[in-house]
């Protein structure tokens, strides 16, 4: 159980465009999402957290008008990297929490990443 | 502040136990995480504490001491595919999950 699926796990784009990365929790309902951001040989930054049904809540520094999020249901939340520059190369991870009781309510699991590179 | 100490990396050899350290300052504590991450991919959930004690999984365990802000992870019979980062995280009284660096652990043959 607590599978989470992230697609796609690659992406190479040009300077200026838009990519959307999809997190999907396969096997149990998501009341919150994380979306994380990783750099090479760093710790993992937190973007924002996400409930489902009402707006993102992102970490300071990070643009919530570059960087769109949205949990339209249960099992799904969107990261939209809006006019992606190549300093926007990286590698983002969502996790989800189901949050129902005991150990699994605080539990994130994580997808296996998407791997951003901005060219 | 909060904060999350951690070292940064470890050396041991396949077939040996090693136990990796986690300190904590945090404002509150509502548990305590560990999670497995290989290079290049992202991190699987190991264990959580929330109470006082030791926790056996198999061959990886985990310690806790809330008193003294502290707990460890420890690897038993290690494995070449045990060389992983392992990453501390706890979370405070407002429920963020407050991340450590990691420790990247080399298994030697």
Redesign the interface.
């Known amino acids: 159980g ?1 599978v989470v699926s992230q697609h796609p796990s690659w992406v190479i784009c040009k300077s200026g465009t838009s990519v959307k990365i999809e997190c999907r929790s396969l096997d149990f309902q998501a009341t919150t999402m ?1 979306w994380y951001r990783q750099f090479p040989k760093q ?2 930054m ?1 973007m924002a957290t996400s409930n489902e049904g009402s707006k993102a809540t992102y970490e300071q520094g990070v643009e919530k008008d570059k960087f769109l999020i949205n949990h339209a249901s249960l099992t799904l939340s969107t990261l939209t990297v809006t006019s992606a520059h190549p300093e926007d190369s990286s ?1 983002y ?1 969502c996790s989800a929490r189901s949050g129902t009781s005991g ?1 699994e309510k ?8 998407t791997r951003l590179l901005v060219l | 502040g909060q904060n999350i100490d951690q070292p940064t990396e470890m050396t041991a050899t396949e077939g040996a136990i090693v136990q990796i350290n986690c300190t904590y300052q945090t404002s509150g504590f ?2 305590l ?1 560990w ?1 497995q991450q290989h290079a ?6 190991l264990s ?1 504490n ?1 109470l006082d004690g030791l926790e056996e999984k198999g061959r990886f365990s985990s310690f806790l001491s809330r008193s003294k802000g502290y707990s460890y992870l420890l690897l038993k019979e290690l494995q070449m595919k045990d060389s992983a980062s392992y ?1 501390c995280a706890v ?1 405070d009284s407002n ?1 963020q ?1 407050i ?4 420790t990247k652990l080399i298994i030697k043959p």
């Open positions: 607590a994380f710790s993992l937190l590698f991870i150990e605080e539990t994130q699991y994580f997808g296996p990443g | 509502n548990g995480f999670y290049g991919e992202a991190p699987t959930f959580y929330v990453l979370l429920y999950l991340w450590g660096a990691g």
